[in-house]
């Protein structure tokens, strides 16, 4: 696939909680992704979307029965896709918060672009208990040439 003309949208922040986000994360907003506990990884499904996001990172999660899930939340990857925009967020745990990235890009606005994507196969790594099988992962590659980065970003089964 040729490159297409886009609009991103980068940011980052490092968050003491999550009450410091603009704007909530409710995960039945969200296609797909994953949670990183300290036991395992589970991917987004009914049940875990049902949960609330800012309790699952404030304690131990054993009392939520999330099948084997133990210990802390220490990673969140979510990704969508709406009217021509593909999104997602990740946040990982640090030391003394966490750690917050999130793309947007807009495949409708080439009256301003200001980057190039593409359709691109990913690779599923294939670890000890893998949520994620072959073909249940696409991505999109973007570059955006003024900023200088070159960059993928998940979106799931759905192609662009």
Known sequence: MEFEDGYVEYGTLNLKTFDELDNQIDLSDWDDGYLAFSNCELRLDEKIKTHNLLSLSQGNVK???????????????LWRQRDGIVEEISLEREAHGWWYQGWKLDTKNTAEPNCYYRSHNGMVRQGK???F??????????????????????TGRNDI
């Open 129 to 131: 208990t893998p949520i």
């Open 133 to 154: 099988k072959d073909g249940d992962i696409s991505s999109i590659e973007i570059i955006a040439p003024d900023k200088r980065l070159h960059f993928f970003i998940s």
């Open 63 to 77: 009392s939520l029965n999330l099948l084997n899930a133990e210990g802390y939340l220490m990673e969140i990857d």
